[in-house]
């Protein structure tokens, strides 16, 4: 009877290389869609999956990445007078951004595949889109070697502590980008981290602060300080600005978030009351005279664009429910602006803003469902 | 005067293989199969022994707890075995067909004149009892209990079911008689939804002596459970009645003639259905009766009793489930496609969400088929749920993390009372972290009634 007896393969579980099985199983999976049939409950299934979500928000920081290689060579021409093609423009920058994302998938899946290989679990899909999000979030000379430790930082204790994709409580992109900012600070604010300059190429009168750090200064000094990099609002919008790799192009941002509501993978809601948040906030600060700077200006600046699509959207750290969602955008608009307009030190807030709002989406959805039952607990007595 | 709901979300399935209008032959089976674990909260003790004769209508099993519950059979002829599973769990009894079904004669009644007490008597004697569920839990009523209210819904949406408006349209009689014997049981009325999109040609607008609801809207609107959320929800400590309208129609039957008669229009559905079409069997019927109506020479056809979402897989050996007026032939999908979910069309595959194309054509039916299309997760799509699920300020997944914790008192709070599993299969089917949300909410409900007993 030996030779019916039916030999686990080599890397299922039992077999000679099982202790793989998570590793290997999350390769065969992206090849092929899994065999599996439906065991109990509902027989057919919807065709969607995670993995398709998780492309589709790839796809749609597809044109944000692209424009950011292209910025980073930009920028470095205006700051060292080098003249190159547009080729050769975007070449220096996808050489400048290229390691930002080796090192991002690197380190974060090594930690992925490590903790599902673990925990004996499927490996999960979400750091394929943290992965993307966090090259684009950083300053492009970031040095790699803090990137490294703060990507294993956000996936570890931003995610993999919480049980993985699905159960952590904070943007593990914007874990790693507060680590690196409250870590490193020297590396990634101030004037010299936002434009890739090159060994030796300094130029004299060369400055690379971002144009959101004019914004205390008021709007004069907004549009006329970085005469160089842009000034007016057109550039503000196409994002021929320095800033971060990725944000700095709203109309980048815009195809992208064009491609989320499409296909429904992010909320609609949340992107709307950011945005009337931020404006509403801005209005107020042009009111009581704190700023002259025009509300709808606070939609092109800084992280703002990119933040309200890609981050504040992720399912898992906004708020669940569909009026908590109104809320929750809602706040994290005008916190970001809040902070842009009344804190002294710091010109950007929205980062801050949404991992305050992260911390604070679960407390939105406790009240809303709370109210939401009680309601109808009193529409039934009614009745 | 009917009551209009109007519910806006939800979903049909575009699956391929509905049935028909039109009767095929009578499928009568030689063995016919009594199967009490068709019966949620039903502990069953035998009455019969192997070669016991039996009449259609003669008492089969009794419920452990209330032994005036029966189930009796479905059938007269002989009991030809007692199937046992594990730990010797009672699964079937099967009976070897008379060539011509004798009856158990009740005589008959007119349940305008009855009490209620008689009204349960017969029904309990009769084994048609069994076919009225309580909620909250959707097990087995208890006779000795008075329900606020009988809800009883006269359509289905289920994907592909049968429609009922064809085969229950010249039973307006009996249904009206099991109308009026239900009518006893409660203070509450009987509550009667039938299908707005079709209630000008309906047959069932006539019933009498019922609340009438005319509901409109996709999957599930059709479930007695949305219908009952929708018009009184159901508060802790009250229970309601459900009756399907096929046993309403058998009660009334039952009433109008003295006898059970289980006997139903069953549709053959699905993607693997051949000619799909209705065709006229008992509950317990053997899927193989239904042999020439699919092709399972390779073996890779699922038997479904009931419908994709809700019914129960029972393989080719087994049979019809006594609620069922449906049998779905589906594909077992286990092929796999190479990079299914990075192709950016895929034609042969529905998806309700926008993520692949298939919104594009909203008319094409697809060939489904058992595939899962992916691997368990975690829950990360969080707003998907409710777009299928027309219960108003109601939280599916937090009640699916209540269940998951075991917690009461958050289950409680999110509605456990007022849904059962069916209600939310159809989360379970958009789920992209593939989670068995029914198989939850089920486990859920079960820690519910061992703690509240």
Redesign the interface.
């Given at each position: 009877m030996e030779e019916n007896k039916v030999q686990p393969g080599l890397f299922e579980k039992g077999g000679k290389f099982g202790f793989l099985h998570s590793t290997v199983d999350a390769f065969d999976?992206f090849?092929?869609?899994?065999?599996?049939?439906?065991?109990?409950?509902?027989?057919?299934?919807?065709?969607?999956?995670?993995?398709?979500?998780m492309?589709?928000v790839v796809i749609a920081l597809v044109p944000s990445a692209l424009f950011g290689m292209w910025n980073v060579g930009y920028q470095h021409n205006l700051a060292t007078g080098a003249t190159t093609g547009f080729w050769g423009t975007f070449f220096y920058g996808f050489l400048k951004v290229l390691p930002l994302f080796i090192v991002s998938y690197l380190v974060g899946l090594f930690i992925e595949f490590a903790g599902a290989q673990i925990k004996g679990e499927?490996v999960?899909?979400?750091y394929l889109v943290s992965g993307f999000l966090i090259p684009l979030i950083v300053p492009v000379d970031t040095p790699l070697w803090t990137l490294a430790i703060a990507v294993a930082f956000a996936v570890l204790f931003g995610k993999e502590v919480f049980?993985?994709?699905?159960?952590n409580f904070l943007n593990p992109a914007l874990l790693t980008r507060a680590f690196l900012f409250f870590s490193y600070p020297s590396k990634m604010s101030g004037s010299e981290t936002w434009i890739s300059l090159g060994k030796g190429q300094m130029i004299d009168g060369a400055t690379g602060a971002t144009p959101l750090s004019f914004i205390g200064d008021g709007f004069d000094a907004l549009t006329g300080a970085s005469v160089q990099y842009g000034t007016s609002f057109m550039d503000f919008f196409l994002g021929t600005i320095p800033g971060s790799v990725g944000e700095t192009s709203v109309v980048a941002i815009l195809i992208g978030a064009v491609i989320l509501l499409?296909?429904?993978?992010a909320?609609w809601k949340i992107m709307c009351s950011s945005v009337i948040g931020a404006l509403l906030v801005g209005w107020i600060g042009n009111v009581c005279g704190a700023t002259d700077i025009p509300a709808y200006y606070h939609l092109v600046l800084g992280g703002f664009a990119f933040g309200t699509v890609f981050m504040a959207t992720d399912?898992?750290t906004?708020a669940?429910?569909?009026c908590g969602?109104w809320i929750y955008g809602f706040l994290i608009g005008a916190l970001c602006v809040t902070v842009r307009l009344w804190n002294p030190g710091y010109p950007e807030g929205m980062m801050l803003a949404i991992l305050l709002m992260n911390t604070f989406a679960p407390l939105i959805d406790y009240c809303v469902?709370d109210s939401?039952?009680r309601?109808?607990?009193k529409k039934?007595k009614v009745? | 005067m009917s009551n209009n709901i109007k519910l806006r979300r939800g979903l049909d399935?575009p699956?391929a293989g509905a049935a028909a209008q039109k009767v095929g032959k009578v499928v009568a089976a030689d063995i016919i199969a009594l199967k009490p674990t068709d019966f949620k909260g039903f502990a069953p003790r035998l009455l019969v022994r192997e070669g016991d004769k039996v009449l259609a209508g003669s008492p089969v099993m009794a419920d452990k707890q209330s032994a005036e519950i029966l189930l009796t059979a479905p059938v007269s002829g002989t009991v030809a075995e007692i199937v046992r599973g594990e730990k010797r769990k009672l699964l079937e009894v099967r009976i070897k067909a008379d060539e011509t079904c004798e009856y158990l004669d009740f005589g008959a009644h007119n349940a305008a004149k009855m009490s209620a007490a008689d009204v349960r008597d017969l029904l309990c004697k009769s084994g048609l009892w069994a076919g009225l569920i309580q909620r909250p839990y959707g097990i087995l009523a208890n006779p000795a209990a008075e329900p606020k209210a009988i809800f009883v819904s006269a359509f289905s949406t289920a994907?592909l079911a049968a429609d009922t408006e064809f085969t229950l349209r010249d039973e307006l009689q009996n249904i009206q008689a099991g109308v009026d014997a239900l009518a006893k049981l409660t203070k509450g009325g009987v509550h009667f939804s039938i299908n707005a999109a079709t209630s000008s040609s309906s047959p069932f607008h006539k019933v009498e002596h019922v609340i009438m609801h005319e509901v409109s809207g996709k999957h599930p609107a059709g479930n007695v459970g949305i219908q009952i959320a929708n018009i009184?929800?159901i508060?802790k400590g009250e229970t309601v009645w459900t009756v399907s309208l096929l046993l309403l129609a058998a009660i009334g039957r039952l009433f109008n003639t003295g006898k059970v008669d289980l006997r139903r229009k069953v549709a053959l559905t699905g993607p693997e259905a051949k000619d799909p079409c209705y065709v006229e069997a008992l509950p317990g019927t053997p899927m193989k009766a239904f042999a020439g109506y699919y092709d399972n020479s390779k073996g890779d056809v699922?038997f479904?009793s009931g419908d994709?979402?809700?019914?129960t897989?029972v393989g080719e050996d087994g049979s019809l489930g006594f609620f069922d007026d449906q049998v779905?032939f589906?594909h077992?999908?286990?092929?796999?496609?190479?990079?299914?979910?990075?192709k950016p069309f895929?034609f042969n595959?529905?998806?309700?969400?926008?993520?692949?194309f298939?919104w594009l054509c909203p008319g094409k039916k697809y060939n489904?088929?058992?595939?899962?299309?992916?691997?368990?997760?975690?829950?990360?799509?969080?707003?998907l749920y409710?777009k299928v699920l027309p219960i108003?300020?109601f939280?599916p997944?937090?009640l699916i993390k209540a269940c998951l914790a075991g917690d009461i008192d958050k289950m409680e709070?999110?509605g456990i009372y007022e849904v059962l599993?069916e209600d939310l299969?159809?989360c379970?089917?958009?789920?992209?972290?593939?989670n068995?949300?029914?198989?939850m909410i089920q486990n859920g409900i079960d820690l519910m009634i061992k703690e509240m007993a």
């Open positions: 999976t090849l092929r869609v899994p065999g599996t049939v439906t065991r109990k409950g509902a027989h057919v299934r919807d065709s969607v999956d995670l993995k398709r979500v492309i589709l499927e999960n899909e979400g049980g993985g994709t699905g159960m499409w296909t429904g993978v909320s399912p898992v906004s669940q429910t569909e969602k469902t939401a039952i309601r109808r607990a039934v009745a | 399935l699956i994907p009184d929800p508060q699922r479904i994709v979402l809700s019914g897989c779905t589906l077992e999908g286990t092929e796999r496609e190479i990079l299914g979910w990075a895929r595959q529905f998806s309700a969400t926008r993520t692949y298939s489904m088929d058992t595939n899962v299309h992916g691997g368990p997760r975690a829950f990360v799509v969080s707003d409710n108003d300020n939280f997944v937090y709070k999110f599993p299969a159809l379970e089917f958009i789920d992209p972290s593939k068995d949300i029914q198989e």
